[in-house]
Every structure is written in C-alpha cells, then in structure tokens.
C-alpha cells in the first residue's frame, strides 16, 4: 500500500478483555515498530521486528503484551486481560532495513481505550 | 524511559515569525530525528540528522546538532498557521536497530 495502515481506528473494551490490533506495513520493509503513546507524552517504543522475528521486545510492559509478524508483514498487537492504564494510542510504524539510519513512517494509530 | 527532553514544552507565536524548539539526549546517539504530530495521530517525519553531520535543512527546517552537548534544535522559518503542531525529537543508537527514544515534545502554536 502507499503507506502504513491500522486496524481500528479506535477501539473501546472493557477491563479484562482481550484485544488485537492490526498493523499493515509499506510493501517491501523488512522492519516493523510499535510504540505506544499516552495523552501528552512522546510515543514509548514496545517491540520491533526485523522480518518475522522479534529483534527487540524490550518495550513491552509486561506479559500481558504480544507481538506476531508470521509472515514479515503484517503485524498484530495483541493485549490479554486489558486494565484501564493501557489505555493510549498505539503506533505501527515501518522502515526499510532496521538498521537505524532510515526513516520510518508511521501509520495513524489505533486508539484504545478501556473502560 | 525517555532519553530525550524538550524545551520548551510549549510555544505561541504570531504567523511570520521563526520558532525553536531544542532537544538534549543522555547518551552517544546514531542519528536524531524530528517529527511532527497533528491531532495525537500519525507521526510525520521531518528531517534525520547523523551523529556525524553538523546541520541539515529541508525547505523552512533547519536542524543543528552538537554531539558535545549532546543537543539538538529544529528551526522553523517565516512560520505559518499550519505549521500548528506537535514536534518531537527521537534518537537511535547503535547496535540497537532502528528502535527510537522520544522526547515529550513541544506544542507549537502559530496564530494568524
């Protein structure tokens, strides 16, 4: 596609829910980010994949957090027993190679909030 | 934890007028880059700055960086109402891929 897509826009659940949210990357990067980003704050970086594999998760809050590139594209975000403090925008962006020295272009975001 | 800081956190100026907005980082950086932000949505990227480059511009952008100090500022020209928006400085560092750390941002308001 011409750019970095994700599914939904907003998403609304109850505490203690599971929820997945989708990350469309552009055609052709091998590298897929996401962070996550609370009203007022800079986005914080949660996990990054180079092709299928997860190069970094240092970022993800705890277990209750998962992350799954299967095929090096598309990417889902999945958040078990959701609480109200997870409660943000979560950003998908995509770069070329992942080496550092490129730009990545981030997708609109998915609002999530827990009630 | 967020490495960069932003200063200031907000800015008001009138249309026509230059903004700066400063970045400092804690430790030795691959690269520094700035986005901008509309509405808490996508980022949209600005410019990217290497640790060996000194200065950069891109149209009304101007960014410097001093890796002594380690700090950088993004200068907007002549700005203009839509220029209105979030700007946030996010550093890389080597051997860590392309993760990025962000500042908290400035909130740049231009009134016609």
């Known amino acids: 596609g011409a750019g970095v897509s994700q599914t939904p826009s907003n998403k609304v659940t109850e505490k203690g829910k599971y929820v997945e949210l989708r990350c469309d990357p552009i055609s052709g990067h091998t590298a897929l980010y996401w962070y996550r980003q609370s009203l007022g704050q800079g986005p914080e970086f949660l996990i990054y994949?180079?092709?299928?594999?997860?190069?970094?998760d240092s970022g993800l809050p705890n277990d209750r957090f998962f992350a799954v590139r299967p095929e090096g594209s598309v990417s889902t975000l999945k958040i078990q027993r959701t609480e109200r403090g997870d409660s943000a925008v979560y950003l998908c962006a995509s770069s070329s190679n992942g080496v550092g020295q490129e730009t990545q272009y981030f997708g609109p975001g998915t609002r999530l909030l827990v009630l | 934890s967020q490495q960069g800081e932003e200063d200031p956190q907000a800015l008001s100026i009138q249309e026509g007028e230059n903004a700066t907005m400063n970045c400092s980082y804690k430790t030795s950086i691959n690269n520094l880059q700035w986005y901008r932000q509309n509405s808490g949505r996508g980022l949209v990227h600005l410019i990217l700055?290497?640790?060996?480059?000194r200065e950069k511009h891109s149209g009304r952008l101007r960014v410097t960086l001093d890796t002594s100090k380690k700090s950088s500022s993004l200068l907007i020209t002549a700005s203009r109402a839509a220029d209105t928006a979030s700007y946030f400085c996010?550093?890389?560092?080597?051997?860590?891929?392309?993760?990025?750390?962000f500042g908290q941002g400035t909130e740049l308001s231009v009134k016609p």
């Open positions: 996010a550093t890389a560092f080597g051997g860590q891929g392309g993760k990025l750390i």
């Open positions: 700055i290497r640790s060996n480059e």
């Open positions: 994949f180079q092709g299928t594999g997860a190069a970094d």
